[in-house]
């Protein structure tokens, strides 16, 4: 595949669906491994100071989903109760 072909589809591997008749079911199978392949060679692994920088966003819209699911909580708690009154004993 030529540069030109390349820059034409964004820079991905060579499109399967171009020539499906020619291939069989095994050769589509060896061309998806080598599509595989090549795009797992494009994967940049993050830095150490990337990857706690992105740990430590991910934990914090954890703690603030559960702050919110909590407040939601409470609020239909407190809406229930007072809509059926106080729960039996």
Request: aromatic share 12%; no cysteine.
């Amino acid at each position: 595949m030529s540069s030109m072909e390349l820059a034409e589809n964004g820079g991905n591997v060579e499109p399967a669906k171009k020539d499906d008749r020619k291939r069989g079911f095994f050769g589509r199978i060896i061309l998806f491994i080598q599509q595989v392949f090549s795009e797992l060679k494009k994967v940049v692994t993050p830095t150490r100071k990337e990857l706690v920088r992105y740990t430590l966003v991910v934990l914090a819209f954890v703690v603030v989903m559960m702050a919110l699911v909590w407040v939601l909580d409470q609020a239909f708690g407190w809406v229930t109760l007072f809509v059926f009154g106080t729960p039996l004993r």
